[in-house]
């Protein structure tokens, strides 16, 4: 029997081996448990630890210009497991950081297993954890088993956890057109500008529903097939099959609304965006769920007058799902505001891809250890890629809408243009670069500050 003082980790995935890792960091105890091979998946092909199951890319590298990069950068300043093991088995990509699978999870593998902290336990956990496991974090992604997955929404209260969560596209705001677009809600209700609208023709909109109906859609896996769709959150091509004239009725209907910018004519149909986070960054296009594939996509949406020119946050998506709605469950640490000894860590929070997930883990795992060791630390800033992405899912998102998110520049608070960009004022599209570098630099910047800080908190207690 593990003593009281460990931690319990559920999940084997790249969320929980790097929370158990920076919780050995930090000199406290773990107790590993994952499933595999005793109970299998219908996506996993081997019992390694970190297994990379559909794609063996981690994006990219580019901490200047792209916050996955960033994220990458800030996850080697806390000495991340995931980072050390892709480093080490890195293959060619360009500026994208893809691994050899099998080198990979067997890296991670070998390290936890070789840590005297760590104790790795092959089991499947089919209930909440018991009363004398007094930290446990659990950390269980998208193929949480039916048994766990149960008993979660035994004590969160939510209806269903897995279901085919169909994801709308997010556009960052400064990408919108508004001399086309405006800002209204429909019969001026609420703040009565609440929405960002988007008029069509009827041409417009009748190509656009042929766009939708012989666009190329992704097909589901395997695994995913005998998950039914989630009847309130339809892909909007599913809503287009059932007649051209459903989408002007739903999501689509141009009722309530007048175009300032040409008050003459009334819209055959409208797109509307709602704001998605509390900086007001994002707005996410409603009712716009697809399967629609990413290039298809891009170069429909970007005909809808408004959206010539957007930029996307996240494009539409529909797969198998299990995650918690944490904005309005978890605590800026993690808890389960209802159990607070349980912490929820990876892809079951709410985030997308493989490093976002891991970045959860590494900021649970230190969260975790510090609260056993007796001295709880603050979360990171939420100018960091850390802090940005830990604070979107536990309030930043709005729980109404909640959806799983991958970093992106646009969950950071703004930046200052910086006067100069390479030597000269920035123009163009050296203006996105000097913001995103600016926002990059104050990153990694403001990620040292949370590590000294923790490692002076950490050698204070030992005194």
Known sequence: MTEIGSIHIIGGGLAGCEAAWQAARRGVPVTLHEMRPLTGTQAHRTDGLAELVCSNSFRSDDWKANAIGLLHAEMRQCGSIVLT????????????????RDGFSQEVQKALENDPLITIDREEIRTLPPDNW?????????????????????????????????????????????????????????????YINCPLTEAQYKDFIDGLLTGEKTEFKEW?????????????????????????????????LTNPNDPQNKPYAIVQLRQDNALGTLYNMVGFQTKLKYGEQTGLFRKIPGLENAQFARLG?????????????????????????????????????????AAIGLIAG?????????????????????????????????????????????????IELPETFNGKRPRGKDKARARKQAISERALRDIDLWIRAQAAATSQAAQ
Not at 153 to 176: N, R, Y
Not at 229 to 234: A, Q
Not at 325 to 345: E, I, V, Y
């Open 85 to 100: 093991a892709a480093d080490a088995h890195k293959v060619p990509a360009g500026s994208a950081l893809a691994v050899d």
């Open 134 to 194: 007094a930290s446990t974090i659990i950390a269980t992604g998208p193929l949480t088993s039916a048994a766990l997955s149960h008993a979660i929404k035994s004590m969160t209260g939510e209806q269903e956890l897995a279901f085919f969560d169909a994801m709308a596209p997010i556009v960052h705001k400064d990408s919108i057109d508004f001399n086309i677009a405006w800002f209204q809600s429909r019969y001026d209700k609420g703040e009565g500008a609440d």
């Open 224 to 256: 995913e097939k005998d998950t039914p769709y989630f009847e309130g959150c339809l892909p909007i091509e599913v809503m287009a099959e059932r007649g051209p004239e459903t989408l002007r009725y739903g999501p689509m209907k141009p009722v309530g």
């Open 317 to 357: 998506g529909l797969h198998r799902n299990t995650f918690l709605n944490s904005p309005k469950l978890l605590d800026d640490q993690l808890r389960l505001k209802a159990a607070p000894g349980l912490r929820f860590a990876g892809q079951i929070t709410g985030v997308e891809g493989y490093i976002e997930s």
């Open 366 to 414: 230190r969260f975790a250890a510090a609260e056993r060791r007796g001295h709880p630390i603050m979360p990171p800033a939420a100018t960091t890629a850390l802090g940005a992405l830990l604070g979107h899912i536990t309030g930043g998102a709005d729980s109404k809408t909640f959806q799983p998110m991958n970093i992106n520049y646009g969950l950071f608070p703004p």
